[in-house]
Nanobody, 120 residues
Framework: QVQLVESGGGLVQAGGSLRLSCAAS?????MGWFRQAPGKEREFVVA????????YYADSVKGRFTISRDNPKNAVYLQMNSLKPEDTAAYYC????????????????WGQGTQVTVSS
């Protein structure tokens, strides 16, 4: 069983930046970030392989968000730049036994989420 804890969310103005962190209680393989805005379904944001050499971004965040991981620390990070009001959502860290996947149902472990609010 792996526990995931996100941190780093907050309120930021449009155009600003935030860095989310996800601490895992044990070794993980593929990692991902998802988000859910009020009244909407949870959506994929980005995924990274265990080595960090492979990543996959949703088109909506490509060029603005960057995922990275520090395996000795069992941590994954999401650097979010040029934030937009439409990025407002609860952001969830997730872990999968698969190498790299964008599919929500491939992720076995989930964090409790951290809120990101971008004001216009």
């Amino acid at each position: 069983q792996v526990q995931l804890v996100e941190s780093g969310g907050g309120l930021v103005q449009a155009g600003g930046s935030l860095r989310l962190s996800c601490a895992a209680s044990g070794r993980t393989f593929g990692m991902g970030w998802f988000r859910q805005a009020p009244g909407k379904e949870r959506e994929f944001v980005v995924a990274v392989s265990w080595s960090g050499s492979s990543t996959y971004y949703a088109d909506s965040v490509k060029g603005r968000f960057t995922i990275s991981r520090d395996n000795p620390k069992n941590a994954v990070y999401l650097q979010m730049n040029s934030l937009k009001p439409e990025d407002t959502a609860a952001y969830y860290c997730a872990a999968s036994r698969r190498r790299l996947t964008t599919r929500e149902y491939d992720y076995e472990y989930w964090g409790q989420g951290t809120q990101v609010t971008v004001s216009s």
